[in-house]
């Protein structure tokens, strides 16, 4: 079983960046897939990235963050990272990172099958 706590979120200006973080705490975090999620309130739920357990060699990107965002994982600190360059006012949304233990792939993780696992939130505002 994992807990994850997310850090990182908060106001930033058009083309701004920000890091989010996700700690965890359990056994076995280098055996799970990991992701960032996102929602806001009446929305579906989008997966914005997503990489495999280990060495991280399988990865997903929405196409909406596509060269913008990059997903990075440190096993030896249980904590796996999202950074967001050249932000846009449509990435304004409540962020969530989220573990799975046996996705099929990142992209099945991030389109369908979601986490096991999920933080509490962190919310991300871009705007002027």
């Known amino acids: 079983q994992l807990q994850l706590v997310e850090s990182g979120g908060g106001l930033v200006q058009p083309g701004g960046s920000l890091r989010l973080s996700c700690v965890a705490s359990?056994?076995?975090?280098?055996?799970?897939?990991i992701g960032w999620f996102r929602q806001a309130p009446g929305k579906e739920r989008e997966g914005v990235s997503c990489i495999s357990a280990g060495d991280g060699g399988d990865v997903y990107y929405a196409d909406s963050v596509k060269g913008r965002f990059t997903i990075s994982r440190d096993n030896a600190r249980d904590t796996f990272y999202l950074l967001m360059n050249s932000l846009k006012p449509e990435d304004t949304d409540m962020y969530y990172c989220?573990?799975?233990?046996?996705?099929?792939?990142?992209?099945?993780?991030?389109?369908?099958?979601?986490?096991?696992?999920w933080g509490q939130g962190t919310q991300v505002t871009v705007s002027s």
């Open positions: 359990g056994l076995g975090f280098a055996y799970y897939d």
């Open positions: 989220a573990a799975y233990r046996s996705a099929p792939n990142s992209q099945a993780m991030c389109m369908s099958v979601g986490g096991e696992y």
